[in-house]
């Protein structure tokens, strides 16, 4: 009587095959962009994900500026960074945030969606995230990517 055995796919280094994706961020908001993104980041999008290799795609974000947030976080949110000074740490809110970097914001929101180990932070430089319409990765032929098709969040 022969047994069955299920087999568990891993994917390996060599068989990952990359695309560069770009996401236009006018009129989304931050939240559920930043969800879908580190979706694609993760490589959560393809049947080969697996939790432990880095299988995620290459994301340019353009229009960062022009993201929105929903209610009063505009205003009420604050983001927090430390100087190497004792006692030093700074808040700022999410509107004067919006006005001096915008790309952070976004940075910020997807960073903290990935895990806190060396994938995660591999993960992360897969991201680039620009103010305006222009980017230098008109050489990579970045596919448009639809937020509505991924089917997260």
């Known amino acids: ?12 280094a060599g068989e990952i095959e990359r695309v560069w994706h770009v996401v236009d961020a006018t009129g989304q908001t931050v939240g559920r ?18 939790p432990s290799i880095d299988t995620g795609d290459f994301v340019v974000i353009i229009n960062a500026e022009k993201a929105v947030f929903t209610g009063q976080k505009l205003e009420q949110k604050l983001y927090y960074r430390v100087t190497t ?35 995660g932070r591999a993960q992360m430089r897969k991201l680039h995230v620009y103010a305006g319409e222009v980017h230098p990765h ?16």
């Open 85 to 119: 000074r004792p006692g030093s740490l700074k808040q700022t809110d999410a509107a004067t945030l919006m006005q001096k970097d915008p790309t952070r914001i976004l940075q910020e929101a997807i960073e903290g969606m990935l895990p806190k180990t060396t994938l």
């Open 1 to 12: 009587m022969a047994t069955l055995k299920t087999k568990t796919y891993h994917a390996k």
């Open 138 to 153: 008109t050489a990579q032929r970045p596919q448009v990517l639809e937020m509505d098709t991924l089917g997260v969040g």
């Open 33 to 50: 962009l930043a969800s879908r993104v580190a979706h694609v980041l993760r490589g959560k999008h393809k049947p080969t994900f697996t």
